[in-house]
C-alpha cells in the first residue's frame, strides 16, 4: 500500500483501478477465473527488461474509500437515528476516532484515502429542520404527524419514519412544504454549500480526498433507479451547482434527465462528473432495459450513447443485496447466490417475478450490452465494477470486527 494519497486532480487514476476502483467492501466473484491472454497483455508490457517494473503502463496504486455514505444530512438517515454530521464523517474517514450515534467510540482500523459523502439530493436538510420543530415545516399538516411520532419514540417514532420514507418513494410529499428544500430554496442552497464547504475543510492533497457528490435518488413507483453523482472538482466548480434532484417540478425520476444535468455542468462550468447506479435487485426490471426505459421510450442511440458517456461503473454490491449474478440467471454458478435480495422493489410494494431478473444484474447487462452495441452503435453496459457501503451512519465501517451497520437502529 502507497504512503501517498491522490489530490482531486488524480481523480481518472482513482477510478480507473481494476475495473474501475476497488472500494472498502467490494466482492466481486467470478471474474477472478479470467486468464489474460498474452496479446492483451502486450501493451502493458511492451518488452523485456531485466527490472520487474520498467515499462509498465498501467496503474498500480490502489487508493481506498467510499463511494456511498449518508449523514444525518439524508431524510432516512436521520429518521433512523444517525445524529452524525459532515465533519464527523470526514474525521472518521480520516482515522480520528468520534461518538457514534448510539454513544459509543469508534474508529477504524486504517484511515481512508478518499470518500465521497453520497447525501440524498431530494430534501437535504429536512430532517433536521423537521426534528428541530421547525415551525415553517410543521405548518403543513402532513408533517405534523411525523414530528409527533418523532417525539414520542420508540414504536411511534418507527411508524411516523417508515410513514416518512413511503410518502417519499411514492412521489406523494407535499410539493409546497419540500419547496424550501429542493433546488431554487434559500435553505436548500445554504445546505449544499455547507457540503461543498465541509469536503474543501477536509481535503488534503496527497493525504486525503474529500469528493464532493451526491446521490440522485430515483424512484419510480417503489422501483429503484438511484445514481450517486461525483464531482472531479471542488468548490471552485462543483460549489456554481446545486444537486439535481427527482421531485417535482425541477427534478425528474428519468436517467435522461439526469444526464443533461451533467452535460450542462460540463458545459457551462467546465467541470466533469459521473454518476453510478447501484442497486439493480430493487429495480422490478427497470435498471438495465433492452428495448425500452421504463416510460415507454425506445432505446435509441441517444439513450445509448449517454449512459455509455456517464456511467462507467456500476456499484455492484453493497449491504441492500448483491448486484453481479442470480441463482436463476446462472443456475451452475455455486456464487450467484451470495447476499440476494430479491423479494420485490425498494419499498416492497410490488413483488419480484423471475422475468424482472435479467434486466436487474451486472452479470446479464454486461451480455445485453453487446447485443446493444450490435444495434445501435454504442454499449450503454460497459462499465466497471465497485462495492461500497450505504451506510446511514456517517460511519464508513466495514470491518467485521468493526462493523457498525447500515443505518443507527442496526448499531452494536
Known amino acids: 500500500m502507497v504512503t501517498t494519497r491522490p489530490s482531486r486532480l488524480s481523480f481518472v487514476s482513482i477510478f480507473s483501478l481494476l475495473c474501475a476502483i476497488l472500494v472498502v467492501g467490494s466482492a466481486t466473484t467470478g471474474f477472478a477465473q479470467i486468464t489474460p491472454t498474452k496479446e492483451s497483455l502486450s501493451d502493458l508490457y511492451p518488452g523485456k527488461a531485466y527490472s520487474p517494473y520498467a515499462q509498465r503502463s498501467f496503474p498500480d496504486r490502489v487508493f481506498w474509500g467510499d463511494t456511498h455514505l449518508h ?49 440524498h439530493s431530494d430534501a437535504m436538510g429536512f430532517f433536521n429542520d423537521l426534528a428541530a420543530g421547525d415551525p415553517d415545516i410543521l405548518k403543513f399538516d402532513q408533517a405534523k404527524p411525523w414530528y409527533e411520532g418523532l417525539m414520542a419514540g420508540g414504536e411511534a417514532s418507527a411508524a411516523a419514519a417508515l410513514n416518512l420514507i413511503t410518502t417519499f418513494s411514492q412521489g406523494k410529499i407535499d ?119 421504463y416510460t415507454g421510450r425506445k432505446l435509441d442511440r441517444h439513450y445509448v450513447e449517454s449512459r455509455a458517456r456517464w456511467e462507467p461503473m456500476y456499484e455492484i454490491t453493497q449491504i441492500k443485496g448483491d448486484g453481479e449474478a442470480h441463482p436463476f440467471l446462472s443456475p451452475d454458478d455455486k456464487f450467484a447466490d451470495y447476499e440476494t435480495w430479491d423479494a420485490g422493489n425498494l419499498d416492497l410494494s410490488e413483488a419480484k417475478t423471475e422475468k424482472m431478473l435479467q434486466y436487474e444484474y451486472a452479470r446479464e447487462a454486461l451480455k445485453n450490452g453487446l447485443l446493444l452495441e450490435q444495434r445501435l452503435g454504442t454499449n450503454p453496459y460497459k462499465f466497471g465494477l465497485i462495492g461500497s457501503t450505504d451506510s446511514h451512519t456517517a460511519l464508513s465501517a466495514v470491518e467485521e470486527e468493526n462493523f457498525f451497520g447500515k443505518a443507527t437502529n442496526a448499531e452494536p
Not at 470526514?90 to 484515502?113: K, T
Not at 464531482?231 to 417535482?248: C, D, L, N, W
Not at 459521473?274 to 429495480?283: D, E, I, V
Open 71 to 119: 449523514t444525518g444530512l439524508s431524510v432516512d438517515a436521520g429518521l433512523f437515528g444517525c445524529r452524525l454530521g459532515l465533519d464527523e464523517a470526514y474525521r472518521f474517514a480520516r482515522g480520528e476516532q468520534v461518538m457514534a450515534s448510539s454513544g459509543q467510540p469508534a474508529r477504524l482500523g486504517r484511515p481512508l484515502d478518499w470518500l465521497v459523502i453520497a447525501d
Open 175 to 293: 410539493p409546497e412544504m419540500i419547496a424550501e428544500y429542493s433546488p431554487g430554496g434559500k435553505t436548500y442552497a445554504s445546505v449544499w454549500e455547507g457540503v461543498v464547504d465541509a469536503a474543501e475543510r477536509f481535503n488534503d492533497p496527497g493525504q486525503f480526498t474529500a469528493f464532493i457528490g451526491f446521490e440522485w435518488t430515483s424512484l419510480v413507483a417503489g422501483n429503484n433507479l438511484h445514481r450517486n453523482v461525483i464531482f472531479r472538482e471542488g468548490a471552485e466548480k462543483a460549489g456554481q451547482v446545486v444537486p439535481y434532484t427527482t421531485q417535482a417540478p425541477v427534478g425528474s425520476t428519468d436517467p435522461l434527465e439526469l444526464y443533461k444535468y451533467l452535460e450542462n455542468y460540463e458545459a457551462t462550468i467546465g467541470g466533469s462528473a459521473l454518476a453510478l447506479a447501484h442497486n439493480g435487485n430493487l429495480s422490478n426490471g427497470i435498471m438495465f432495459p433492452v428495448d425500452a426505459q
